[in-house]
């Protein structure tokens, strides 16, 4: 009788064996799988999206703003603006006029890049500044804040540089502006002339002499928010 009740017992213990390592079997193979398969299409993009939120942090000042951006000049030749000098701050509200602040806050702005150049005449001083926030939809909402029309205020702080060239661009000598976006980046500039002169006193001006700041805000836009191709091997890349 005690060997017919064992025998049962015997049978579940021996199902329930061959049960737990078909299972630890499936299981092995999948996380082996797992380990072995490469990035999916959505993990490759979102790589590739995490990489380019991060250029602003991660790459270097001279990259983001390169010793000289080249330009098609009012005369239709093409030209290059030269670097003055790269801003060591970068936060948000010191980069911005004072009504602005907060609508950056609020997009949650995490760091204002700027710098200044020179066009190639050395009549013409811009600043541009680099705009990083978490994500696209973040990167709208503070574009919506900037005033439209090409107003430089409210907008991007000159960046003047003592004993250079461009020393009296200041806050009121600012008499263009331009925006553009891209990605999780907003791109601005604000220009005036070299010799410091208000704007209040320009009186009617050319459409054209700050034309070419578009240029600028493109090239710089373009290279921080064009997405690149994954290395997954790389050390910068997280797949």
């Known amino acids: 009788m005690s060997e017919s009740r064992a025998w049962p017992s015997l049978v579940v213990a021996t199902t329930l064996t061959l049960t ?73 509200a010191a980069a911005v006029d004072a009504p602005l602040r907060t609508a950056l806050k609020a997009a949650r702005c995490e760091a204002v890049l700027r710098a200044t150049y020179l ?37 991007l702080r000159a960046l003047a540089f003592p004993r250079t060239v461009a020393d009296r661009f200041t806050a009121v ?14 791109v601005l500039t604000t220009a005036g002339q070299v010799d410091g002169r208000p704007a209040r006193s320009v009186g009617r001006q050319r459409s054209t002499i700050f034309s070419f700041t578009s240029d600028l805000e493109e090239r710089v836009l373009i290279s921080l928010a064009t997405p690149a191709r994954p290395d997954c091997a790389g050390k910068d890349w997280q797949c």
């Not at 000598?173 to 891209?182: K, N, T, V």
């Open 20 to 92: 737990c390592a078909v299972v630890a079997g499936v299981s092995v193979g999948a996380a082996g799988a797992e380990l072995t398969r490469g990035p999916s299409a959505a993990e490759i993009q979102q790589a590739s999206a995490e990489e380019t939120a991060r250029r602003w942090q991660t790459w270097p000042a001279g990259k983001i703003f390169p010793v000289l951006l080249p330009y098609v000049a009012e005369q239709g030749g093409r030209e290059n603006a030269r670097r003055v000098g790269i801003s060591s701050r970068i936060d948000c």
């Open 119 to 155: 066009d190639a005449l050395q009549g013409v001083v811009v600043t541009i500044g680099v705009a990083a926030f978490p994500d696209q939809a973040s990167a709208l909402v503070a574009r919506a804040a900037f005033p439209p029309g090409g107003l430089p205020s409210p907008g």
């Open 173 to 186: 000598a600012r008499q263009a502006s331009s925006l553009a976006q891209a990605g999780p980046y907003l």
